[in-house]
């Protein structure tokens, strides 16, 4: 998977360690700097989950085929930039402070939710993609690629957010802004879905109440995901978390 990036970095890290032990017979001290330069590109080393390595392969995948519009792929683009943006300008860190999470993630309430998530906003959604490219199926497919490629990069996104750089109002800011945005890809996708004929020849009877069932499960789940939890729970714990991290560092100062 690594393309052999891993076991050169091995190779090349390991004249560092005798000249590390040989300097610190000399100067005990020089042992600190050595350690401590090298502990950052460890952590660079892992920057990419391998679920962030999937969602990667996913979005390469579907810009690929044709089928994302230019405002989808200016979206993703936009996101990115005013993510950064937001960071130096907004929302920098605490100072000396490593921020924790706001929820626990090995909640088992947590994990079976984004496990649901998962389930419907990618694993059936990318199933009934492959299975309409066999049924000819081109307007569901058009209909249901966007939603797939913008949760695919929103899945990205928040690995690059939920990184020890970012505060958390921007690991906040990549799930709103994105959820937001795919509300209007499930509508376009609702849409497509029940104005099919039934007996249109591009939809079998088979495969069109399975698509607007999908697409009205989507729709209920990121719906509830906005407005039930993201705006009303995990955006107003997030901002009091980083701002009393802010106010007690500054009592501290």
Same mark, same amino acid.
């Given at each position: 998977?690594?393309?052999? &990036?891993? *076991?050169? $970095?091995?190779? =090349? @890290?390991?004249?560092?360690?005798?000249? /590390?032990? +040989?300097?610190?017979?000399?100067?005990?001290?020089?042992?600190?700097?050595?350690?401590?330069?090298?502990?950052?590109?460890?952590?660079?080393?892992?920057?990419?989950?391998?679920?962030?390595?999937?969602?990667?392969?996913?979005?390469? &995948?579907? *810009?690929? $085929?044709?089928? =994302? @519009?230019?405002?989808?792929?200016?979206? /993703?683009? +936009?996101?990115?930039?005013?993510?950064?943006?937001?960071?130096?300008?907004?929302?920098?860190?605490?100072?000396?402070?490593?921020?924790?999470?706001?929820?626990?993630?090995?909640?088992?309430?947590?994990?079976?939710?984004?496990?649901?998530?998962?389930?419907?906003?990618?694993?059936?959604?990318?199933?009934?993609?492959?299975?309409?490219? +066999?049924?000819?199926?081109?307007?569901?497919?058009?209909?249901?690629?966007?939603?797939?490629?913008?949760?695919?990069?929103?899945?990205?996104?928040?690995?690059?957010?939920?990184?020890?750089?970012?505060?958390?109002?921007?690991?906040?800011?990549?799930?709103?802004?994105?959820?937001?945005?795919?509300?209007?890809?499930?509508?376009?996708?609702?849409?497509?879905?029940?104005?099919?004929?039934?007996?249109?020849?591009?939809?079998?009877?088979?495969?069109?109440?399975?698509?607007?069932?999908?697409?009205?499960?989507?729709?209920?789940?990121?719906?509830?995901?906005?407005?039930?939890?993201?705006?009303?729970?995990?955006?107003?714990?997030?901002?009091?978390?980083?701002?009393?991290?802010?106010?007690?560092?500054?009592?501290?100062?």
């Amino acid at each position: 998977m690594s393309g052999g &990036v891993g *076991a050169t $970095s091995k190779d =090349i @890290s390991l004249p560092k360690e005798h000249e /590390v032990a +040989f300097k610190q017979q000399d100067d005990p001290t020089s042992f600190q700097s050595t350690k401590s330069t090298a502990t950052p590109s460890k952590a660079s080393s892992n920057f990419l989950s391998f679920r962030q390595l999937n969602a990667l392969a996913v979005v390469t &995948v579907f *810009a690929a $085929s044709g089928m =994302i @519009s230019a405002e989808d792929f200016a979206f /993703v683009i +936009f996101s990115l930039i005013y993510m950064f943006f937001l960071f130096k300008i907004a929302f920098p860190p605490p100072p000396q402070s490593k921020e924790s999470s706001v929820f626990d993630p090995n909640t088992t309430i947590l994990r079976v939710y984004v496990l649901v998530g998962a389930i419907i906003g990618l694993l059936l959604p990318i199933a009934y993609i492959l299975e309409g490219i +066999f049924e000819g199926d081109k307007e569901g497919i058009k209909a249901a690629a966007p939603h797939v490629f913008l949760l695919a990069s929103q899945v990205f996104m928040e690995g690059v957010a939920f990184s020890d750089k970012f505060s958390t109002p921007i690991r906040v800011f990549v799930p709103v802004f994105y959820n937001s945005r795919r509300i209007f890809t499930i509508v376009d996708w609702l849409k497509t879905e029940f104005s099919k004929a039934e007996g249109d020849n591009s939809a079998s009877a088979r495969r069109l109440y399975p698509g607007r069932a999908l697409a009205l499960a989507n729709m209920a789940f990121w719906c509830f995901n906005l407005f039930g939890f993201l705006l009303p729970v995990y955006l107003p714990k997030a901002f009091k978390k980083y701002y009393s991290a802010i106010g007690n560092k500054g009592k501290e100062m």
